[in-house]
């Protein structure tokens, strides 16, 4: 720990001071980056160039680390800074026009880290923070299952207990670069005698081990990013369970809030600019651009409008965080960004096409228009991933209104009687 | 509305509820339809004394604030507005106040309007198209200006006692405001007609206005920053206003939906209706977030204010209006009587939807300064 960590959680470094560190770091060590360079990378498919960059995500981990610059809402006891809100948005400011390390911030520190952090003994809680924070530790969410996505709680995955040991069975999926990922947080069924949510346990467990398949799954505009893993007689010992026997559920609940707050999380870096879905009004004037439509009133209607929508998600973002962190709104409540982004993303991605007019159907070599017509494919991928928007619509509606629940053949009665796809019996 | 209010805000805002409450309950409102101003001369003093007409203006001039942001302040009373679907002209007066207490123009003027006992508003064409100029042309004539031209869409014109009259400089491009008394001869003005049951608009003709040039607001020829600064802080309020008028017809809707049984159960229990109110809170809750934001960047002056106002404008204008079009969907034919109080901030929503930019307009605005991002990136 370098001489600058000295003083007291009650005195806070200055933003000020942070700033400088941040900035100087930043010049010192990062290449400067464009959105064009990054969307690229994050739309490449190729397997050894993601490698490279994963690689370089933990490389500039490590030096935010030895710099005293990572995890800046950890505790310090586990390899954080034990700063602020306002430090992490500083930071976010520092990094715009920067590198950073993209694949380190989800799942990784939120909603993984923050789960453990949260749940997570101390001895569980040493093991694994400091190595997250210094990138030498990638997670990943084993949560979704083949047999339902957005209804979590109904995972099938089966950990049986044996001595001090759990034997896991069952399968995960849309889990992003397992295959160069190092562990999973995994919800699994403890209990098929209780009702759904008072059967399920969390585990960790690391990914590349025999009894752990890793399958990619090709995504209709090509990404290999996804993942399915296959668990045969996976033994963990009981030390990596997180949370109580049978109370997955209640580390789950948490775990879904941090996933529904990634958009605004203290926990995760994203520099300011460069954030997912801030370049959405840029992609739209690129294309128009370079299709020679910069002086059509539709095409800049369009262009404007997705601009107003980056604008706005990122005001919502910001309302809802600072309400659900001073009270004033419902934990839930973070369902309200989920949903935007997922609304948003589908018309940003029309509007792309549209403004490609007949070049998204057909195009050479090196055209812009060819993503859009590639994302308009994937198009609802935003509003399924991370829990559908008729989720959301359901937690805003039931659980932030208050309005009356969807009735269910899942409650109180024991899991292995729930009606399920006949599929999966 | 900001989620975060001090205690004095708070009690400023009560303060201006309760009375909005007792004063301009629907009934009132919808008395108020054939009146010809709309509004009350003394409502109007009452709320000047509460406060309505004085947070732009400086100490030395009268005025003061509740936070140290004024505007942030004024924004509070115009959702309050919203929410009551008030009367009276409140954005115009506010941004005639704050040209004459920044520009230190007409003190007496300034001082009428403060207390309520005369009203002064904003005379120029309705921003939106990227191409507008000002519609009156100003001619110097010795030591005088002469107007001539017509300015159509004037919030209160029948009412205002003065004219904050924007004009384009004769035979050149710059532009120039002129504090015009409305009984100055040459100056007419017509009633137009709109939705609002309370607001009124109308035209006011400039033939051959004689002014002296002390009537000048800033200087000559180089208004037109000062009209762009002014164009925002009418948006924010517009905006600010449509807000409060959302929250009303969207809290008056979930009430409906817990009371109101269908087929043996309340709508609210449906999953069809509950999806649709869950999209009409993220419209609300955005539109609070972006309202607030671009009046605390406007306030502040920062870099990004114009842009952010746009898209608050674009955003409100259209969900906005989505909104409390969706609330009368879920109350079925009773939404669409003028006996229910829906149609009141449905009103509201839909005038302010219309002016100073309409979602369309304020999207080609923000393309503009994409383009001059893009310029500046290129050009660096």
Request: include cysteine; charged fraction near 20%.
């Given at each position: 720990m370098s001489a600058l960590r000295v003083e007291t959680s009650e005195e806070l470094e200055s933003l000020e001071d942070f700033r400088q560190r941040a900035r100087s770091f930043v010049q010192t060590n990062l290449r400067r980056v464009t959105p064009e360079e990054l969307r690229w990378e994050r739309n490449n498919n190729d397997d050894e160039a993601e490698l490279a960059t994963v690689a370089r995500d933990r490389e500039i981990q490590r030096m935010l680390f030895d710099a005293d610059l990572?995890?800046?809402?950890?505790p310090r006891e586990y390899g954080?800074?034990?700063?602020?809100h306002e430090h992490q948005k500083v930071l976010n400011e520092e990094f715009a026009g920067y590198e950073y390390p993209?694949?380190?911030?989800?799942?990784t520190l939120s909603p993984c880290a923050a789960v453990i952090l949260e749940f997570g003994t101390e001895e569980q809680k040493l093991r694994h923070l400091p190595a997250i924070l210094k990138g030498e530790e990638l997670w990943m969410q084993f949560l979704s299952e083949p047999s339902g996505g957005s209804d979590?709680?109904?995972?099938?995955t089966t950990a049986v207990r044996d001595g001090e040991q759990w034997i896991l069975n069952g399968s995960k999926v849309w889990t992003s670069g397992a295959w160069w990922s190092d562990w999973g947080l995994c919800l699994a069924r403890t209990?098929?005698?209780?009702?759904k949510h008072r059967g399920l346990t969390v585990f960790m467990l690391p990914?590349?081990?025999?009894n752990v398949e890793v399958h990619r799954i090709e995504m209709n505009?090509?990404?290999?990013?996804f993942c399915q893993e296959f668990m045969t007689d996976v033994i963990v010992p009981?030390?990596?369970?997180?949370?109580g026997v049978d109370e997955g559920w209640t580390v789950g609940t948490r775990w879904m809030f941090h996933e529904r707050m990634l958009y605004n999380s203290s926990l995760v870096t994203e520099p300011v600019g460069l954030?997912?879905?801030?370049?959405d009004a840029k992609i739209v004037y690129d294309i128009a651009r370079a299709h020679g439509r910069l002086d059509d009133a539709t095409a800049r209607d369009h262009i404007g409008e997705a601009r107003v929508l980056e604008l706005v998600v990122n005001q919502l973002a910001g309302r809802v965080g600072e309400g659900v962190r001073t009270g004033?709104?419902?934990?839930?409540?973070?369902g309200l960004v989920r949903l935007f982004k997922g609304t948003s993303v589908s018309r940003v991605v029309t509007l792309a096409f549209n403004v490609a007019g007949a070049s998204g159907a057909a195009w050479t070599e090196g055209d812009t228009a060819a993503m859009s017509a590639i994302n308009f494919l994937m198009r609802q991928a935003g509003s399924i991933g991370g829990g559908t928007t008729e989720m959301a619509r359901n937690v805003i509606s039931?659980?932030?209104?208050?309005m009356p629940r969807e009735r269910r053949l899942?409650?109180?009665?024991p899991f292995r009687d729930v009606p399920r796809s006949p599929s999966t019996k | 509305m900001l989620l975060n209010l001090s205690e004095d805000q708070q009690f400023f805002r009560d303060t201006t509820d309760r009375f909005l409450t007792e004063q301009v309950p629907p009934d009132t409102l919808r008395q108020l339809?054939?009146?010809?101003?709309?509004?009350?001369s003394a409502y109007w003093r009452r709320g000047a004394e509460l406060g309505w007409t004085s947070l732009l203006v400086s100490e030395a001039h009268g005025g003061g604030t509740i936070s140290d942001a004024g505007l942030v302040d004024a924004g509070l009373v115009a959702y309050e507005f919203g929410r009551h679907a008030a009367p009276g002209p409140l954005a115009v007066v506010n941004v005639v106040a704050a040209a004459l207490s920044e520009h230190d123009a007409a003190p007496d003027v300034l001082a009428g309007v403060l207390s309520g006992e005369s009203v002064a508003t904003w005379c120029a064409?309705?921003?939106?198209?990227?191409?507008w100029e000002p519609t009156v042309e100003a001619s110097r004539s010795g030591n005088d200006l002469v107007l001539r031209g017509e300015v159509a869409i004037v919030e209160s014109a029948g009412q205002a006692d003065h004219l904050l009259v924007t004009c384009r400089d004769q035979g050149g491009t710059g532009v120039t405001q002129v504090l015009v008394p409305?009984?100055?001869?040459g100056v007419t003005t017509a009633p137009m007609h709109t939705v609002d049951l309370t607001r009124r608009f109308g035209i006011v003709t400039f033939d051959e206005v004689t002014v002296p040039a002390?009537?000048?607001?800033?200087l000559a020829g180089e208004a037109a920053l000062q009209v762009h600064r002014q164009f925002e802080q009418l948006i924010v309020l517009l905006n600010a206003e449509s807000v409060g008028a959302m929250q009303a017809a969207f809290d008056m809707t979930v009430e409906w939906a817990f009371d109101r049984y269908s087929f043996g159960r309340p709508?609210?229990?449906?999953q069809a209706l509950k999806h649709r109110f869950a999209d009409m809170y993220m419209w609300l809750q955005s539109s609070h977030a972006t309202s607030d934001a671009s009046c605390a960047a406007v306030a502040a002056g920062d870099a990004g204010a114009a842009e952010l106002v746009s898209a608050a404008k674009a955003y409100i204008g259209e969900y906005g209006a989505e909104l409390v079009q969706d609330c009368t969907q879920m109350h079925g034919?009773?939404?669409?009587?003028?006996?229910?109080?829906?149609h009141l901030f449905l009103r509201r929503v839909t005038v302010n939807r219309a002016l100073a930019g309409t979602p369309e307009e304020h999207h080609q605005r923000i393309t503009a300064f994409i383009d001059a991002r893009e310029r500046e990136g290129a050009a660096a």
């Open positions: 990572a995890g800046i809402c950890f954080g800074q034990g700063l602020s993209l694949r380190v911030q989800i799942p979590v709680a109904g995972a099938l209990n098929w005698d209780q009702p990914i590349h081990q025999p505009n090509g990404s290999r990013e009981d030390t990596d369970r997180v949370g954030a997912h879905g801030s370049q004033r709104m419902s934990d839930q409540a973070a039931e659980r932030v209104l208050g899942d409650k109180d009665v | 339809r054939h009146d010809p101003a709309g509004y009350d064409p309705p921003f939106g198209s990227l191409r409305a009984t100055t001869p002390s009537a000048m607001v800033g709508l609210a229990s449906y034919g009773i939404g669409v009587t003028f006996e229910h109080d829906l």
